[in-house]
Protein backbone atom coordinates (compact mmCIF):
# COMPACT_ATOMS: atom_id res chain seq x y z
CA UNK A 1 0.00 0.00 0.00
CA UNK A 2 2.79 2.19 0.54
CA UNK A 3 6.50 2.48 -0.07
CA UNK A 4 7.24 5.09 2.43
CA UNK A 5 9.04 3.74 5.12
CA UNK A 6 7.09 3.41 8.29
CA UNK A 7 7.40 3.94 11.59
CA UNK A 8 5.97 3.38 14.86
CA UNK A 9 5.75 6.10 18.01
CA UNK A 10 6.55 4.18 20.61
CA UNK A 11 3.90 6.68 22.64
CA UNK A 12 1.29 3.81 21.28
CA UNK A 13 3.04 1.38 23.63
CA UNK A 14 4.44 3.23 26.03
CA UNK A 15 3.56 0.92 28.75
CA UNK A 16 5.17 -2.00 27.33
CA UNK A 17 7.95 0.22 26.19
CA UNK A 18 8.97 1.09 29.65
CA UNK A 19 8.26 -2.26 31.52
CA UNK A 20 10.77 -3.88 28.70
CA UNK A 21 12.24 -1.88 26.13
CA UNK A 22 14.36 -4.42 24.46
CA UNK A 23 11.90 -7.06 23.93
CA UNK A 24 9.11 -4.63 22.92
CA UNK A 25 11.34 -2.91 20.04
CA UNK A 26 11.98 -6.65 18.99
CA UNK A 27 8.16 -7.62 18.82
CA UNK A 28 7.87 -4.52 17.22
CA UNK A 29 10.99 -5.08 14.43
CA UNK A 30 9.37 -8.69 13.90
CA UNK A 31 5.27 -6.98 13.36
CA UNK A 32 7.41 -5.61 10.18
CA UNK A 33 8.40 -1.83 11.18
CA UNK A 34 11.22 -0.40 10.00
CA UNK A 35 11.68 2.31 12.26
CA UNK A 36 10.36 4.20 15.57
CA UNK A 37 9.85 7.31 17.00
CA UNK A 38 10.49 7.91 20.61
CA UNK A 39 8.36 9.28 23.45
CA UNK A 40 10.97 9.52 26.37
CA UNK A 41 14.14 7.42 27.39
CA UNK A 42 12.02 4.93 29.25
CA UNK A 43 14.76 5.14 31.80
CA UNK A 44 17.68 4.49 30.10
CA UNK A 45 21.00 5.98 28.54
CA UNK A 46 20.90 7.27 25.28
CA UNK A 47 23.90 5.12 24.23
CA UNK A 48 21.85 2.21 25.29
CA UNK A 49 19.17 2.75 22.99
CA UNK A 50 21.22 3.55 19.94
CA UNK A 51 22.72 0.60 20.66
CA UNK A 52 19.95 -1.63 20.68
CA UNK A 53 17.89 -0.24 17.93
CA UNK A 54 21.00 -0.82 16.15
CA UNK A 55 21.28 -4.34 17.02
CA UNK A 56 17.64 -4.95 16.20
CA UNK A 57 17.48 -2.88 13.29
CA UNK A 58 15.17 -0.12 13.85
CA UNK A 59 15.76 3.45 12.77
CA UNK A 60 15.51 5.62 15.48
CA UNK A 61 13.72 8.31 13.19
CA UNK A 62 12.93 10.79 15.41
CA UNK A 63 11.65 12.01 18.70
CA UNK A 64 8.70 13.70 20.52
CA UNK A 65 10.39 15.86 22.87
CA UNK A 66 7.90 18.22 25.10
CA UNK A 67 8.84 22.08 24.83
CA UNK A 68 9.56 22.42 28.24
CA UNK A 69 12.28 19.29 28.52
CA UNK A 70 13.97 21.39 25.56
CA UNK A 71 13.31 24.97 27.27
CA UNK A 72 14.90 23.36 30.55
CA UNK A 73 17.91 21.94 29.30
CA UNK A 74 18.32 22.72 25.31
CA UNK A 75 21.28 21.26 24.86
CA UNK A 76 22.11 18.11 26.69
CA UNK A 77 18.54 17.22 25.43
CA UNK A 78 18.93 17.49 21.91
CA UNK A 79 22.45 15.98 22.74
CA UNK A 80 20.90 12.99 23.98
CA UNK A 81 18.38 12.28 21.05
CA UNK A 82 21.91 13.23 18.70
CA UNK A 83 23.35 10.19 20.58
CA UNK A 84 20.65 7.67 19.53
CA UNK A 85 20.70 8.81 16.05
CA UNK A 86 17.44 10.60 15.67
CA UNK A 87 17.18 12.70 12.35
CA UNK A 88 13.97 14.45 13.81
CA UNK A 89 12.89 16.48 17.10
CA UNK A 90 9.39 17.29 17.17
CA UNK A 91 7.54 19.55 19.57
CA UNK A 92 4.41 17.12 20.06
CA UNK A 93 1.78 19.41 22.28
CA UNK A 94 1.56 22.73 23.72
CA UNK A 95 -0.15 22.65 27.62
CA UNK A 96 -3.33 24.93 26.99
CA UNK A 97 -1.06 28.02 28.82
CA UNK A 98 0.65 28.25 26.03
CA UNK A 99 -1.71 28.28 23.39
CA UNK A 100 -2.43 31.04 20.81
CA UNK A 101 -3.63 34.47 22.63
CA UNK A 102 -0.98 33.77 25.68
CA UNK A 103 2.30 35.79 26.51
CA UNK A 104 3.74 32.29 26.77
CA UNK A 105 2.11 31.48 23.36
CA UNK A 106 4.60 34.22 22.01
CA UNK A 107 7.23 33.06 23.73
CA UNK A 108 7.32 29.72 22.46
CA UNK A 109 7.27 31.40 19.05
CA UNK A 110 10.49 33.34 20.42
CA UNK A 111 12.38 30.30 21.38
CA UNK A 112 11.66 28.26 18.13
CA UNK A 113 14.58 29.64 16.22
CA UNK A 114 16.85 28.99 19.32
CA UNK A 115 15.88 24.96 19.32
CA UNK A 116 16.04 25.08 15.52
CA UNK A 117 19.54 26.09 15.59
CA UNK A 118 20.51 23.67 18.42
CA UNK A 119 18.82 21.00 16.38
CA UNK A 120 21.13 22.13 13.05
CA UNK A 121 23.98 21.99 15.30
CA UNK A 122 23.84 17.84 15.13
CA UNK A 123 22.27 17.38 11.75
CA UNK A 124 18.90 17.57 13.03
CA UNK A 125 15.16 19.26 12.01
CA UNK A 126 13.04 20.57 14.01
CA UNK A 127 9.38 19.75 13.49
CA UNK A 128 5.74 21.08 15.12
CA UNK A 129 3.70 18.23 15.57
CA UNK A 130 -0.35 19.40 15.70
CA UNK A 131 -3.52 18.53 17.40
CA UNK A 132 -6.87 20.11 16.98
CA UNK A 133 -6.75 23.04 18.93
CA UNK A 134 -3.59 24.41 16.32
CA UNK A 135 -6.68 24.83 14.12
CA UNK A 136 -8.30 27.51 15.99
CA UNK A 137 -8.64 30.73 14.01
CA UNK A 138 -6.59 33.85 14.97
CA UNK A 139 -7.82 36.93 15.39
CA UNK A 140 -6.73 37.38 11.16
CA UNK A 141 -8.58 34.50 10.43
CA UNK A 142 -5.92 31.80 9.79
CA UNK A 143 -5.27 28.52 12.02
CA UNK A 144 -3.12 28.83 14.60
CA UNK A 145 -1.17 26.40 12.94
CA UNK A 146 -0.64 27.93 9.39
CA UNK A 147 -0.01 31.10 11.67
CA UNK A 148 3.29 29.11 13.30
CA UNK A 149 4.13 27.49 9.63
CA UNK A 150 3.85 31.08 8.45
CA UNK A 151 6.34 32.73 11.19
CA UNK A 152 9.32 30.36 9.93
CA UNK A 153 10.76 29.47 7.20
CA UNK A 154 11.20 25.43 6.25
CA UNK A 155 14.80 25.62 7.41
CA UNK A 156 13.84 26.72 11.01
CA UNK A 157 10.24 24.64 11.20
CA UNK A 158 9.05 21.94 9.33
CA UNK A 159 5.82 19.58 9.88
CA UNK A 160 4.59 16.81 11.32
CA UNK A 161 1.15 16.56 10.05
CA UNK A 162 -0.71 14.21 12.70
CA UNK A 163 -3.55 13.41 9.92
CA UNK A 164 -5.96 12.23 12.84
CA UNK A 165 -6.09 15.47 14.51
CA UNK A 166 -6.69 17.53 11.16
CA UNK A 167 -9.76 15.40 10.80
CA UNK A 168 -10.96 15.72 13.95
CA UNK A 169 -10.67 19.64 13.19
CA UNK A 170 -12.87 19.14 10.73
CA UNK A 171 -10.17 19.77 7.81
CA UNK A 172 -9.55 17.42 4.56
CA UNK A 173 -5.83 15.51 5.68
CA UNK A 174 -4.98 15.41 2.12
CA UNK A 175 -5.56 18.46 1.38
CA UNK A 176 -3.40 19.35 3.97
CA UNK A 177 -0.73 17.73 3.64
CA UNK A 178 -0.82 18.98 0.40
CA UNK A 179 -0.21 22.55 1.36
CA UNK A 180 2.92 21.92 3.24
CA UNK A 181 4.79 19.86 0.27
CA UNK A 182 8.52 19.52 0.66
CA UNK A 183 7.38 20.45 4.30
CA UNK A 184 6.46 17.51 5.33
CA UNK A 185 9.20 14.64 5.87
CA UNK A 186 7.20 12.94 8.30
CA UNK A 187 3.75 12.46 8.17
CA UNK A 188 1.63 10.59 11.24
CA UNK A 189 -1.62 7.91 10.29
CA UNK A 190 -3.96 7.88 13.02
CA UNK A 191 -7.29 6.39 12.43
CA UNK A 192 -10.31 6.82 14.25
CA UNK A 193 -14.04 5.83 14.41
CA UNK A 194 -15.55 9.48 13.79
CA UNK A 195 -17.36 9.49 17.34
CA UNK A 196 -16.91 12.07 20.02
CA UNK A 197 -14.82 11.96 22.54
CA UNK A 198 -12.29 10.76 19.65
CA UNK A 199 -11.73 6.84 19.81
CA UNK A 200 -8.63 5.69 18.27
CA UNK A 201 -8.43 2.55 16.06
CA UNK A 202 -5.59 0.41 14.49
CA UNK A 203 -5.08 2.10 10.73
CA UNK A 204 -7.28 0.89 8.67
CA UNK A 205 -9.96 0.33 10.68
CA UNK A 206 -11.87 3.80 10.83
CA UNK A 207 -13.15 6.38 9.07
CA UNK A 208 -9.76 8.00 7.92
CA UNK A 209 -8.96 7.78 3.48
CA UNK A 210 -5.30 5.94 4.10
CA UNK A 211 -4.96 5.47 0.75
CA UNK A 212 -5.41 8.82 -0.19
CA UNK A 213 -3.15 10.07 2.91
CA UNK A 214 -0.55 7.91 1.53
CA UNK A 215 -0.52 8.81 -2.01
CA UNK A 216 -0.57 12.77 -0.71
CA UNK A 217 2.25 11.79 1.94
CA UNK A 218 4.59 10.23 -1.12
CA UNK A 219 3.51 13.17 -3.77
CA UNK A 220 4.50 16.04 -0.93
CA UNK A 221 7.87 14.59 -0.23
CA UNK A 222 7.90 12.60 3.00
CA UNK A 223 10.64 9.86 3.98
CA UNK A 224 8.94 8.67 6.69
CA UNK A 225 5.24 7.75 7.42
CA UNK A 226 4.52 6.83 11.53
CA UNK A 227 2.01 5.08 13.05
CA UNK A 228 0.12 6.50 16.48
CA UNK A 229 -2.36 5.63 18.44
CA UNK A 230 -3.61 7.40 20.94
CA UNK A 231 -5.12 4.85 23.42
CA UNK A 232 -6.96 1.18 22.39
CA UNK A 233 -10.19 0.16 22.99
CA UNK A 234 -10.83 -3.27 21.17
CA UNK A 235 -7.67 -4.50 21.26
CA UNK A 236 -4.16 -4.34 23.02
CA UNK A 237 -1.91 -1.65 22.40
CA UNK A 238 0.78 -4.15 20.54
CA UNK A 239 -2.45 -5.69 19.02
CA UNK A 240 -2.87 -2.46 17.27
CA UNK A 241 0.08 -1.68 15.99
CA UNK A 242 0.02 -5.01 14.53
CA UNK A 243 -2.91 -4.80 13.15
CA UNK A 244 -1.75 -1.35 11.57
CA UNK A 245 1.36 -2.56 10.17
CA UNK A 246 -0.82 -5.82 8.30
CA UNK A 247 -3.18 -3.76 7.12
CA UNK A 248 -0.56 -1.16 5.32
CA UNK A 249 1.54 -4.05 4.17
CA UNK A 250 -1.02 -5.97 2.50
CA UNK A 251 -0.92 -4.38 -0.53
CA UNK A 252 3.55 -4.14 -0.63
CA UNK A 253 3.78 -7.43 -2.36
Not at 52 to 77: C, F, M, N, R
Not at 163 to 174: N, Q
Amino acid sequence: MTKLPIGLQVYSIREEAESDFVKTMQEVKEMGYDGVELAGLYGHKPEAIRDWLKEIGLVPISAHVPYAELKDDLQGTVAAYAVIGCKYIAIPFLGEEERYGSKAFDEVLAYIPTIAEECKKHDMILMYHNHDFEFQKTEEGEYVLDLMYRTFSEDVLQTEIDTCWVKVAGVDPITYIKKYENRCPVVHLKDFTGKRPVEFTAVGQGIQDIPGILAASGESGAQWVIVEQDSHTLHTPMEDAKLSIEYLRKSDS
